[in-house]
């Protein structure tokens, strides 16, 4: 039986501090028989050094050696289709669907990728190999951290010999994974926080975490597939952001984390909407991207402060900020995916089974 | 009056007092068992005072004694046997079965009398009125019985039956009752007509039973416990027992009381029972039962005897736990038996509730331990050693469905609630979870069904679990 | 009616109130064990069922005070030993650890 | 009766952000009969703008104009002795005993010096004027805060599909009124707290925010006057360092925040306990500062990465990164401190009343 | 017998009823007025069966009329003035007052019939051994009484008074008491020796309380109540009246229970209370008292009355709570108030605590919203509205002093606690807070200090009131 | 003992059972009201006081008839009110809004 080789690349997107693979995850396919080739370095921004690896029984090697003898090449964002070889397969968060150039590509050089952004995300089975679901939540986590940091006022209510401090207002338009969880992390801290979805599940689920949800009159939606929302028709967008603008300016932090698969992110927080919001708020936009964000004038990875004082951050990409946690969770996704990929040494392709019909790239 | 017969009195009066203090003391599951033994030497001093009397009376002879011997070590021989070997399940019916012959020993006494006496001829209305009652409730419960520990058996259909022209045969069964009961009371009757009214008695007591379901049996039996008690003190009327009186009249009363709580408690009136299986045939409303089987249905209380008395507790948090915002009275009912040296601790799946670490989040707003936080892979293998696994408002994360291939959730590890020895859920209703099917956990023999908000059951429970530990 | 009749009623009023205040807020899992305690006690009687053997002398009277003393003993000895063992289940966790 | 005219500077010393009056408060000063000069600009670094003083019944003014009719100045940091002229007023986080250069250049110009630092802490009446404890407050907050969006991983655990994280484990060294916020708010973060003090009342107020106190063998400590610490002997310190270091390796993030007054803070955290924490962790020195701070190698306003991953953030000055708290804060104990002052329209100097013979620099 | 006896004992057994289902009732504060009312309905029949009895007999001469009519109008005129007049404070000596003159009638009983036959002759032991019982039981509680009333009115010195030589007259008193019992009882006895006995038990009664201090005085009459019922019922078997026999062994047997659920609630043994009183003194411990004056302590139970029928609480929290980590048990009872409809607001002082902010963490760690939160200068307007201010260990933010000049505190504003109508206060001891002085809030007479840990002294509240409301 | 006396004796035992049981856990500012209502019950004694008049003929025997009398008297009517008077406290509430 031969054994399956992996290899751990060291990304090279700009500001990417992950790692696919972390030493602790190398150990435990080690363990599985999997033989482990690590590009040296490939932990050093999420502070996991070449030791740790090589202790874990894996091997340090070149990034050309990693690309000439892994079966399997490991990685966070898509690694250069140039340095693949046919026969060789992909793990990543490739994003197959919003980036079908890069899919063709592989198909092109014989490339098998295999794309976390395509798991059947309601199918229980697959929970453990959600790297969507993983790096969201860490979204959701650094967001509240990073508003109530942002914010130059307290989240809680204290009550003190200097004066009564109200507590920060906290706003969450989105509440999925990410949005859930950056409710739940801002309550901690004390702030009073109103979350708004438009799928109708959530007003439960907002509800579950303790905060309120804010009630719109006009937009309702239905649930769309897989658990995903439905995209909303322009006028009912238009309205949307009508009504929100009005419940935004009360507010002191907002953060957005609406997305619709496979299209552009709705725009939720206007222009209009941000003017009318106090000095020193905070507007943290999770859906910044290169297609754009839930928030009009947000930059992909900058920091703005508008005229009128509010900070607007476009942190489309939080889980690079928390390299440590998000290595981890991503590497558990990586080895439950590879244990499900891989039966008796090899790797076997299966397109009728529901998790690898969505993952793999066809 | 003699000394023999002042001695016997008060040594009756020393006994009734020890079934008063025996059922006090049942009050309360610490003392129960005291309270029934202390019951049980009353019983023994009283018997033994009346084996004084009988041979103190000088007129019973060999054949009397021989006759008596074979009797009462025949019934106690059945009954010790049938005690000592009956499936927990069963005892109900056995209880039933006891009632049973029971009300049979007090309708013969009142028989006896007027047997010797070859009819009421002659008595006072202070007499013939208490064996006209003895004789028609002793019978009542000696055949309502007999059908109610045949339908808990499954001997006779558990189900409400109704018969053809039912309205029709009680009246003909109350009317004949009332006139044999009137011509006895009147010092008219004799002994066929003792007969006629017991038979009428006897098949009164079926009718009363049969159209009544299975579900409502434990309150039906209670009430005909009340009935038999009511019975013996009229047949301690009829032949001026004190002890008799006492006791039956003690048992009539607390087991009518008894009856109203056990009604309270399934959430019954008891005129709906008996009316109603009079009337429409039966209107008890079933637990809800899932497509797979019977759903067993628990109340505060009964969760609360489970968790008070048992040494593992596992604690399964889900969705319906955040939904309901309970984590504050989950926590103080762990808080409530941990101090009673029960072992808790809570079982966190990766995916319950709606978000990752979503229990963490809860738990940790209501303060409980990181420490009694345990991972699934580290619980499941202590499920087996649990005495209860308490699972609120979870659902999919414990649906042993998970485990066979096809179905939404295959594939997905679950906790394994289904290897503690006893399970309660929590839960509104049958309502799915997030993968929308149904879980067999919940019809599983060991699980009990708590069906209120998260919030409201755990007050309950925490309430109930303070009564009883006091 | 009768002096001693009107004591007799005077204590089966007694009785009854004692009986209607011995039981208190009881546990719903104590409903059955309680209920099969006062079955146990109604099994008294026995101690009627005795007294017929006072008076019998002929055929009936035998049968009569056969079936009752068989009736009310069974009543009393399995009513008290199975009250016992559903008492069981009430041993603290402690004694139980040992099963 | 004259009416007292109370002016606003603009904060000129490097990094500072707070303003000595919010607008709130210039208009309760205003309502209670003085007049307010603000100077042009004061507010804007705690976005509070020109207009809004205006609004509150201030007047806004150049520099010059305010040195020249303010009778009282109110400031944060000490303004220029230059501008100030004789018979004028200044109150502020003046730090006399720390600066007796300053304290002298000030009498020697005939200015009365108003000094916050100088404020008996233990005083009931004066703790709604403690500029001290609301400051330190707000710097307990922010550190936990920014050690949390500091921190690499989750303070909190969390159970997921993705594996389980541990909770981070965070050490705060100095439980005085900066220590306790910061325990306070990074266990609602979710993180094990342990607490450390020397003086004996903190065993107990660290537990009753539901941490764990970290029990010394050797160090023991009787408190000192006014609340304070005693500084502890050369052999002590010596010994709480030693004891100090192994417990920090087991610690996540450590936030140190222990004073002596009138002393170089004590140093608790060693390079060799540094050395010995794990990659990724953080200390937060709250204590850094121009005299050196509680860790070693501590830099004041600055972020360090050691070479084995450990980042040390030198968080002197913590209360400018959030000017608007504490710009509030600050404006209600000066106002409160005015409050005392002036009786009748006058300031009323009475050197037997405690507390201004402890604020006034004589 | 006749008709007329039957009717007149039928009556005494409707009444007996109704005095046992009127204490039933009396157990509930929300049944207990109707409970009250029931007994008062059966005394009402019993006492117009007795004046029928009274005609029927035809033997009472017009003089008999005028002395009971006149004794009655009397007793019944100075009884309803007293009852009516008296303020709330000073009830529990009126009821002792009333149950030394009850000890009295029935000892009056027993002498009657002593007198009426000039001695004890030729009674046999069923009758005398009751009537010396009376005449002892009787007379004993009637001086005990007189005493208990004394001291708890201050007429007699409320601490405990020791005897010189306490010893001897008690055993000398015990000595005279025996013997002339004995001889009563052995038939022997007339009417002096009676005089001697009354004498000797009056004095009895008087040393039996005096060395016993004010505080356990409200023990001492519950039990002196029991001896009445029990003296009661011996005049009425001396008389061979069933109702006073009934009603007396009731009122003896439930007030003994009481007696005991009164010492426990209490935390003192009531063999402690009687022989401590006798041998050494007073062994009372008596309610910590600060040097300002006199503290009054609460039970849980009266806490929790207060709380649960309280229209409007305000609860005060500091370093206390977070010391005691109460937050969640403290949310817990402001719940259960709430469930019943009581309005709960907690008061944050700024410097409530050891930090800024303290009380906020605290409470939010707890989940109470923040709607609820109230700061000084919001709440201080609204203590005068407030039924109760429960202050949760709070200390020096609470403290009137604050508001003098020349205290450590002076100057510091406070919550104005003192302005509520009442004050509960939850601390551990008569400790002092950060400030270091003592705190005259605790000695106000409108404060009742529950002095206990936090977590435990909240937790008890919270099931005193839930026992309350049911 | 005659069988008057032995009743009389069972009725007191019962009564006192009755007595024992129906005292449950009371909420301890119940106690006084308690109290306080079973020491109007035995002011039953009235009956007592008053069937003194039955027999009573001389001086001596109206002294302790009247006395007896006031004083029962005295006991049942201020104990029933005085008792009404504590339950004041437990009005709701709601009903106390008013005042
Ligand atoms: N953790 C994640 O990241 C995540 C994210 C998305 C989806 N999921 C999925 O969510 C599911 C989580 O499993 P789970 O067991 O926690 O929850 P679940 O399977 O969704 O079941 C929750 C149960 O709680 C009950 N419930 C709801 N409200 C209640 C209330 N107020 N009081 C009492 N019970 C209440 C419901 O039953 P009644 O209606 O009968 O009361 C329901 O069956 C999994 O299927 C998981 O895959 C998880
Ligand atoms: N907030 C701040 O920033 C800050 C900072 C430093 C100092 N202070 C000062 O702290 C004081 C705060 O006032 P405060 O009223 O909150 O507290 P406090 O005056 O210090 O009194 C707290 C009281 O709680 C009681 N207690 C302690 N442990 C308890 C337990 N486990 N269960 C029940 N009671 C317990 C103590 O009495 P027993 O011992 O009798 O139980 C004590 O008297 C003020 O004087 C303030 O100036 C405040
Ligand atoms: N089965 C599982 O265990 C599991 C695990 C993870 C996620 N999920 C489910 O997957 C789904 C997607 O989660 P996600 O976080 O990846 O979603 P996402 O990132 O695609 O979108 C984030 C949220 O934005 C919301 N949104 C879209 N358009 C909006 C608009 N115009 N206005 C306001 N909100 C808008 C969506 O409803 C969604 O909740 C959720 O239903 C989630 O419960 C299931
Ligand atoms: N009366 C009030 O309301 C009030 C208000 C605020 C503060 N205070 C008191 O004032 C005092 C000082 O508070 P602060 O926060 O300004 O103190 P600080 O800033 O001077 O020092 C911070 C903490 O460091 C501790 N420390 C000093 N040397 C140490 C060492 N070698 N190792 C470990 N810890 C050491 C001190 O004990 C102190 O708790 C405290 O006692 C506080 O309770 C009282």
């Known amino acids: 039986m031969a054994t399956l080789t992996v290899g751990v690349v060291k990304e090279t997107a700009p500001g990417e501090r992950r790692v696919a693979l972390t030493p602790d995850a190398a150990g435990r396919l080690v363990a599985a028989g999997f033989s482990v080739l690590v590009e040296s370095g490939a932990g050093a921004a999420a502070r996991f050094l070449n030791p740790a690896y090589a202790d874990a029984g894996a091997e340090i090697v070149s990034a050309d050696e990693l690309y000439a003898r892994a079966g399997i090449v490991l990685a966070v964002k898509p690694p250069p289709v140039a340095r693949l070889r046919r026969g060789q397969t992909v793990i990543g968060l490739l994003y197959a669907t919003e980036n079908p150039g890069y899919a063709g590509e592989l198909a092109a050089r014989g490339v098998t990728g295999v794309d976390f952004a395509g798991l059947p995300r309601t199918l229980s089975a697959a929970q453990s190999m959600d790297a969507l679901t993983s790096q969201e939540n860490i979204a959701g986590y650094a967001a509240a951290v990073l508003a109530a940091h942002t914010y130059e006022g307290f989240f809680p209510l204290l009550v003190t010999a200097a004066g009564t401090v109200p507590p920060a207002r906290v706003l969450v338009l989105g509440a999925g994974v990410a949005g859930l969880q950056a409710i739940g992390t801002a309550r901690r801290l004390g702030a009073v926080v109103t979350g708004y979805d438009v799928r109708p599940q959530a007003r439960e689920e907002v509800a579950s975490l303790g905060a309120a949800f804010l009630e719109l009159g006009t937009v309702v939606s239905d649930s769309g597939t897989g658990g995903y929302a439905k995209a909303l028709s322009d006028a009912e967008q238009h309205d949307e952001q009508d009504e929100l603008t009005e419940h935004i300016a009360k507010h002191d932090v907002v953060i957005t984390t609406a997305r619709v698969r496979g299209r552009r992110p709705p725009l939720l927080v206007t222009e209009t909407a941000i003017k009318e919001m106090r000095p020193g708020s905070v507007v943290i936009d999770l859906a910044a991207g290169e297609l754009g964000g839930n928030v009009e004038g947000s930059v992909f990875g900058e920091t703005i402060v508008t005229d009128n004082g509010v900070t607007v951050i476009g942190a489309g990409e939080l889980p690079v900020t928390m390299p440590y946690a998000a290595s981890g969770a991503y590497a558990r996704n990586v080895t439950a995916l590879l244990r499900h990929l891989v039966r008796d040494g090899a790797l076997v392709i299966d397109l009728d089974d529901p998790i690898q019909a969505g993952v793999v790239i066809r | ?470 | 009616m009768s002096a001693e009749f009107l004591t007799d009623l005077s204590i089966f009023v007694l009785s009854l109130l004692v009986g209607f205040e011995v039981i208190s807020k009881v546990p719903s899992t104590l409903h059955t064990p309680l209920m099969s305690a006062a079955n146990s006690i109604h099994g008294i009687v026995l101690s009627g069922a005795l007294l017929i053997a006072v008076t019998a002398d002929n055929l009936v009277g035998y049968v009569i005070a056969f079936l009752a003393a068989a009736f009310a003993a069974m009543n009393v000895v399995g009513g008290y030993v199975v009250t016992d063992r559903m008492l069981d289940m009430f041993r603290p966790p402690a004694s139980r650890e040992k099963q």
């Open chain 2, 1 to 470: 009056m003699s000394a023999f017969d002042t001695t016997i009195r008060l040594i009756y009066l020393v006994a009734a007092s020890c079934f008063v203090l025996g059922l006090h003391l049942m009050n309360s599951p610490v003392t129960a068992r005291r309270g029934n033994l202390l019951s049980a030497a009353g019983m023994v001093v009283a018997v033994a005072a009346t084996f004084a009397v009988l041979i103190d009376a000088g007129t019973v002879r060999t054949v009397g004694w021989l006759v008596l011997g074979a009797g009462a070590l025949v019934g106690a021989g059945a009954g010790l046997w049938a005690a000592k070997t009956v499936k927990m399940t069963a005892m109900p019916q056995l209880v039933s079965l006891f009632n049973a012959v029971g009300g049979g020993a007090a309708a013969l006494v009142a028989i006896n009398e007027v047997v010797r006496h070859a009819g009421t001829s002659g008595m006072s209305a202070q007499t013939s009125v208490p064996i006209t009652l003895d004789v028609v409730i002793g019978a009542v419960t000696f055949s309502g019985s007999l059908i109610a520990a045949g339908k808990l058996q499954g001997v006779v259909a558990s189900r409400p039956v109704v018969f053809p022209a039912a309205r029709l045969i009680n009246l003909g069964l109350g009317v004949a009752m009332a006139t044999a009961s009137a011509l006895l009371i009147a010092g008219r009757g004799g002994v066929p007509l003792l007969a006629m009214l017991g038979l009428a008695a006897l098949a009164f007591g079926v009718t009363m039973v049969m159209p009544i379901g299975g579900a409502d049996m434990p309150v039906v039996i209670s009430l005909l416990n009340a009935f038999t008690g009511t019975a013996v003190a009229m047949a301690g009327l009829v032949i001026g027992n004190t002890v008799l009186i006492t006791a039956g009249a003690l048992v009539g009363a607390s087991g009518g009381i008894l009856t109203k709580l056990m009604a309270d408690a399934m959430n019954r009136s008891l005129a709906n029972i008996i009316v109603g299986g009079f009337g429409t045939g039966d209107n008890a409303a079933p637990a809800a039962v899932g497509p797979g089987g019977q759903v067993r249905a628990l109340s505060a209380d009964d969760a609360a005897i489970q968790l008070a008395y048992a040494a593992k507790v596992v604690v399964v948090p889900g969705y319906g736990l955040a939904a309901a915002q309970a984590q504050h009275e989950l926590r103080a009912l762990a808080e409530l038996l941990e101090a009673r040296g029960v072992d808790v601790s809570y079982a966190i799946h990766p995916v319950a509730g709606r978000m990752p670490g979503h229990m963490n989040v809860l738990l940790a707003e209501a303060n409980v331990p990181y420490s009694q936080l345990k991972e699934m892979d580290e619980v499941n293998p202590e499920f087996p050693q649990a005495d209860v696994a308490l699972v609120v408002g979870a659902n999919d994360v414990t649906n042993p469905a998970a485990r066979r291939p096809g179905t939404a959730i295959s594939g997905m590890p679950i906790l394994d609630v289904d290897k503690a020895k006893s399970v309660i859920v929590v839960k509104r209703s049958m309502g799915h979870g997030y993968a929308g099917i149904d879980n067999e956990l919940y019809t599983d023999p060991k699980t009990g069904m708590y069906f209120a908000d998260a919030k409201k059951a755990l007050t309950e429970m925490t309430a109930a679990v303070k009564v009883l530990v006091g």
